[in-house]
């Protein structure tokens, strides 16, 4: 149920959202009606109405002798969404200090699968610093995530100038993109035929970013100056043995 889903990603319960929707579907009606469509029991629909009620998304209404329930309109929701966002970003500074406050050691986050991929390529543009990029082949990574992907990436790259240094595996695809290094603020060199390159690396800011996509795509990124710094140096010492 799609819409149960979506409304249990949005702070809902699942029983809180069978409910809600019952109750936008029958209007005005009583506990009765709304546990017969929701398929709760009853003992337990009282509970959760005045769960909806505290989020204001129920109201109470008298009819004679009988109870009714009316559901408030779905805007309601959204405002409630936006109230809790608004109040997330008032702790975040504070959210952000105590997790600076962490112990200084690597910091190391696992990524899987397209979207874990995709996180990792913004968190690389997100911190705004030139970079260092080892790249075994472009293919693997336009399969998972598409070209139209990538090519925004390099959009909102050169719009925010950020500047990239690049070492390929030499193959014709490679060969094409040179073409067009000036333009998208790139400079790149060939490693040696003697040598491959396994995994694709980003060297950036405190970060390096590492990716395996030859089965399932997995990545992570580790936090730590010491590491950048000696990653970075491995990268200058490999960039002066490459062929332009």
């Known amino acids: 149920m799609p819409l149960l889903e979506t409304l249990k990603d949005f702070g809902l ?4 959202g069978k409910i809600y929707l019952a109750n936008l579907e029958l209007g ?13 029991k009853r003992t337990t629909v009282y509970t959760v109405i005045e769960d909806l009620k505290k989020k204001g998304l129920i109201s109470e209404m008298k009819k004679g002798a009988k109870t009714l329930f009316v559901p408030e309109e779905p805007e309601k929701l959204a ?27 690597p910091r190391v986050r696992f990524y899987e699968g397209k979207e874990g991929i995709k996180n ?3 968190d690389v543009l997100k911190t705004g610093k030139n970079y260092y990029h080892v ?13 139209n992907y990538l090519d925004e990436l390099v959009k909102r790259r050169v719009e925010n100038k ?18 067009k290094n000036k333009e998208v603020l790139r ?31 997995t990545g ?19 960039w002066k043995s490459c062929k332009e």
Request: glycine share 2%; hydrophobic share 35%.
């Open 135 to 147: 790249d075994p082949s472009e293919q693997d990574l336009i399969k998972l995530v598409g070209e």
């Open 187 to 217: 400079e790149s060199k060939w490693l040696p035929k003697e040598y491959r390159l396994p995994t694709r690396e980003y060297i950036y800011g405190d970060k390096v970013a590492l990716m395996f996509l030859e089965k399932e795509p």
């Open 28 to 40: 005005a009606t009583t506990v009765q009606e709304l546990a017969k469509k929701s398929e709760i």
């Open 79 to 105: 405002r409630l969404i936006s109230e809790r966002e608004k109040k997330f970003k008032e702790i975040l500074p504070e959210l952000k200090s105590i997790y600076n406050l962490a112990p200084q050691k």
């Open 162 to 179: 950020i500047f990239c240094q690049v070492i390929w595996n030499k193959e014709p695809w490679a060969e094409k993109q040179t073409e």
């Open 13 to 16: 319960s699942e029983k809180e």
């Open 220 to 238: 992570l990124i580790i936090e730590d100056k010491n590491i950048a710094d000696l990653q970075r140096l491995f990268f200058e010492t490999l």
């Open 120 to 122: 990792i390529l913004e």
